[in-house]
Nanobody, 123 residues
């Protein structure tokens, strides 16, 4: 089970940190990811981090501005978001899975999903 939190309303240029808590004792064996979905749009990949935290991948639209991290001892994954833009407004979802490298950006590659947390960036 995944529980995401940390969303809110922020002005453009601001920062937020999203957190996702996972239950169970196999957290460290899962690749963790963040996706987002704006109204009327498909769910899109944001960032992913492999099991040990050594490999991370980002969507081009958030590269440099966002950082994904994980703490396997606490069963937590984070998304640090800086320089937020109005186009970052969406519901943000954490996900867990064991995707192959070529499929890490595909939502159906992930088995477990959190409930989402809303991020709204005002201009």
């Amino acid at each position: 089970q995944l529980q995401a939190c940390g969303g809110g309303l922020v002005q453009a240029g601001g920062s937020l940190r999203l957190s996702c808590a996972a239950s169970g004792d196999t957290f460290s064996s899962y690749t963790m990811a963040w996706f987002r979905q704006a109204p009327g749009k498909e769910r899109e990949f944001v960032a992913t981090i492999r099991t040990s935290g050594g490999s991370t991948y980002y969507a081009n639209s958030v590269k440099v501005r966002f950082t994904i991290s994980r703490d396997n001892a606490k069963n937590m994954v984070y998304l640090h978001m800086n320089s937020l833009k109005p186009e970052d407004t969406a519901g943000y979802y954490c996900a867990a899975g064991r995707p192959i490298l070529s499929a890490i950006t595909t939502p159906r590659s992930y088995d477990y999903w959190g409930q989402g947390t809303q991020v709204t960036v005002s201009s």
